[in-house]
C-alpha cells in the first residue's frame, strides 16, 4: 500500500516538474520515462493492494446481502477466477518482461523491463492474496463488518 502511495505520489511530482521546465525552456527529457515507470508501478501495485484489502469491485454487492453455502460458493469462485487471471499475470507477464530485456526506451537506453516488470509481481501478489482470503473464508466465513452497515435497524 505504501508503495503504491509513493509510485503515485512521485508520479504527480514528476507531471508537476515536467510542466514546470516545459513551461521554462529547459525540459528534463527523462521525466517522461520517470512518470510512465512510476505509473506503471502505481497502478499495478495498486491492483494487489485493492485485492489485499478486498477494496476492488466484483460481485461484493450480491455476495454480501447472502448467507451459507451460496455465499461461499460465490465468494470462492470469484476468488478462483482472481487467481487464474493472476496466474496469466505472472506467466505471461513473466515472458513479456523477458523479452523486453532486449529493447531500450530511448534517449536514456532505459530496459523496457522496468516498466513491464510489475506485471508478473503485480500478480504473483494477487495469487497470494486471493489465496489468503479463500483460506481465511473457509475457516472463519467470508463475512465482514460492511456486509452489515447497510442493513435496516429494527424497529421497536
Known amino acids: 500500500m505504501v508503495l503504491c502511495g509513493v509510485c503515485i505520489g512521485a508520479f504527480t511530482l514528476c507531471v508537476f516538474l515536467d510542466v514546470v521546465t516545459r513551461t521554462i525552456g529547459y525540459p528534463w527529457l527523462w521525466l517522461q520515462q520517470?512518470?510512465?515507470?512510476?505509473?506503471?508501478?502505481?497502478?499495478?501495485?495498486?491492483?494487489?493492494?485493492?485485492?489485499?484489502?478486498?477494496d476492488h469491485i466484483y460481485l461484493s454487492e450480491i455476495t454480501k446481502h447472502m448467507t451459507g453455502t451460496k455465499r461461499w460458493a460465490i465468494e470462492t469462485f470469484n476468488r478462483l477466477v482472481v487467481l487464474i487471471v493472476?496466474?496469466?499475470?505472472?506467466?505471461?507477464?513473466?515472458?513479456?518482461?523477458?523479452?523486453?530485456?532486449?529493447?531500450?526506451?530511448?534517449?536514456?537506453?532505459?530496459?523496457?523491463?522496468?516498466?513491464?516488470?510489475?506485471?508478473?509481481?503485480?500478480?504473483?501478489?494477487?495469487?497470494?492474496?486471493?489465496?489468503e482470503?479463500?483460506?481465511?473464508?473457509?475457516?472463519?466465513?467470508f463475512e465482514g463488518p460492511e456486509d452489515h452497515e447497510f442493513l435496516p435497524e429494527p424497529v421497536e
Open 34 to 54: 520517470a512518470t510512465t515507470a512510476f505509473f506503471a508501478w502505481g497502478v499495478f501495485i495498486g491492483i494487489a493492494a485493492a485485492i489485499r484489502r478486498n
Open 86 to 131: 493472476a496466474g496469466f499475470m505472472v506467466w505471461f507477464g513473466y515472458k513479456n518482461a523477458m523479452l523486453d530485456l532486449g529493447s531500450f526506451r530511448m534517449p536514456w537506453l532505459i530496459p523496457l523491463t522496468v516498466y513491464t516488470g510489475v506485471v508478473p509481481i503485480s500478480g504473483a501478489l494477487v495469487m497470494l492474496f486471493c489465496v
Open 133 to 141: 482470503q479463500i483460506v481465511n473464508g473457509w475457516h472463519n466465513g
